[in-house]
């Protein structure tokens, strides 16, 4: 049983869904958990489009992963999660960290109580996965022997910067600071939890996202029982990577 946390509002539903999918077919048993324990919902314009003007086919979630979405949101698991407070991780064999980058996700990002729970996952050496913006949630969890981040020994990779700020300028005439969750970057903030900035992967760059016969612009760092990928673009490998680890240990 894994357990998938999400904020009240904000998600990114491909690095959710996608993952959720692919684990569902697979019998893996699935508990979602949020701040008030009511449903989460995704940052819809990453469902719509809405906003992106010519940019919508590039930014927009793809469709494949909008159907995986709207099959997840019907089912049982999701429409009954359980609150933050509530998790209790001897129960479960992993977390799967995803990411967004609406300001929605901040309930989840700055949540002491998730990131206390995060820190249990490490400490008990239980599968960790993180994608995008919840590496950041990974990277503020802190290990309660060192008071340092328990991604400080790890290798890990993220939401690049040249990722972040590109989609940034892309739409900041009339978005403004939509992909701007903070003024710092996220490869920033996770390489600063990290005893060397060289723990940070970046892999070669590309503007193709994988799919589940194609794993060639993706990126998945695995580094003992934490595994990281850097955008929706890695979704579908990061799942599979996920499924592998989760074999291994149970």
């Not at 009954?80 to 990002?109: F, N, R, S």
């Not at 020994?153 to 993220?158: K, L, R, S």
């Not at 996770?190 to 070669?204: C, D, E, I, M, P």
Request: glycine share 6%; aromatic share 12%.
């Amino acid at each position: 049983m894994i357990l998938i946390p999400l904020p009240r509002y904000g998600f990114d539903p491909t690095e959710a869904a996608v993952p959720w999918k692919y684990l569902s077919e697979r019998g893996v048993k699935i508990v979602f958990a949020t701040p008030d324990g009511k449903p989460a919902a995704t940052d819809e314009r990453l469902i719509t489009g809405e906003g992106f003007g010519p940019f919508k086919k590039f930014l927009m979630a793809a469709p494949e992963a909008i159907a995986a979405y709207r099959e997840m949101v019907r089912s049982s698991a999701f429409q009954q999660p359980i609150q933050y407070t509530a998790i209790a991780t001897e129960k479960y064999t992993a977390i799967l960290l995803p990411g967004g980058h609406d300001k929605g996700m901040k309930t989840y990002l700055e949540s002491s109580v998730l990131q206390g729970k995060v820190a249990e996952f490490f400490a008990y050496q239980k599968l960790v996965g993180a994608i995008c913006h919840g590496t950041v949630l990974a990277a503020r969890a802190t290990d309660q022997q060192t008071k340092r981040s328990v991604l400080y020994e790890y290798q890990t990779t993220g939401l690049l910067k040249n990722q972040e700020m590109g989609a940034y300028y892309l739409t900041a005439l009339w978005l403004k600071d939509y992909y701007r969750t903070y003024p710092v970057t996220v490869e920033a903030e996770v390489k600063s939890a990290l005893r060397s900035s060289t723990q940070f992967h970046t892999g070669k760059f590309s503007l193709g996202r994988d799919s589940e016969t194609d794993e060639s612009p993706a990126l998945v760092v695995e580094d003992r029982n934490y595994l990281s990928a850097r955008w929706p673009g890695d979704a579908h490998t990061f799942a599979k990577r996920f499924f592998q680890q989760l074999q291994k240990m149970e």
